[in-house]
């Protein structure tokens, strides 16, 4: 459902990181990019609005106001929205030591 709804608003190299017995803060990270600030703004902002209709969690959202780097914490799930320079800057996927051939496009995740 998450990755469903990055992926209507176009959001681009889409990553799942597996966060299970690396962190107790989330079970799934996702990172994605958009191609402008206003572009990540609405991918945010359509995205928080289908978890919230999907299910109870509470969902909480940082950096929507400049919309660089938006942070959507939805409890087991960690979604972090780029634009792309901005992205290979912090470089979270070497942080998390992910293989860069990994690909969420063909996986689904709930909450």
């Given at each position: 459902?998450?990755?469903?709804?990055?992926?209507?608003?176009?959001a681009?190299?889409?990553?799942?990181?597996?966060?299970?017995?690396?962190?107790?803060?989330?079970?799934?990270?996702?990172?994605?990019?958009?191609?402008?600030?206003?572009?990540?703004?609405?991918?945010?902002?359509?995205?928080?609005?289908?978890?919230?209709?999907?299910?109870?969690?509470?969902?909480?959202?940082?950096?929507?106001?400049?919309?660089?780097?938006?942070?959507?914490?939805?409890?087991?799930?960690?979604?972090?929205?780029?634009?792309?320079?901005?992205?290979?800057?912090?470089?979270?996927?070497?942080?998390?030591?992910?293989?860069?051939?990994?690909d969420?496009?063909?996986?689904?995740?709930?909450?």
């Amino acid at each position: 459902m998450v990755i469903s709804s990055l992926e209507e608003f176009k959001a681009q190299d889409i990553v799942k990181i597996d966060l299970i017995g690396k962190t107790s803060m989330a079970d799934s990270m996702l990172i994605a990019s958009g191609t402008s600030s206003r572009q990540i703004r609405a991918i945010a902002e359509n995205t928080v609005t289908e978890i919230k209709k999907s299910s109870s969690v509470n969902v909480n959202i940082e950096g929507l106001n400049q919309s660089d780097w938006v942070l959507i914490d939805a409890g087991d799930i960690i979604i972090h929205l780029f634009r792309p320079e901005v992205r290979e800057f912090y470089n979270l996927e070497k942080m998390w030591q992910v293989d860069s051939s990994e690909d969420a496009s063909t996986e689904t995740i709930e909450l």
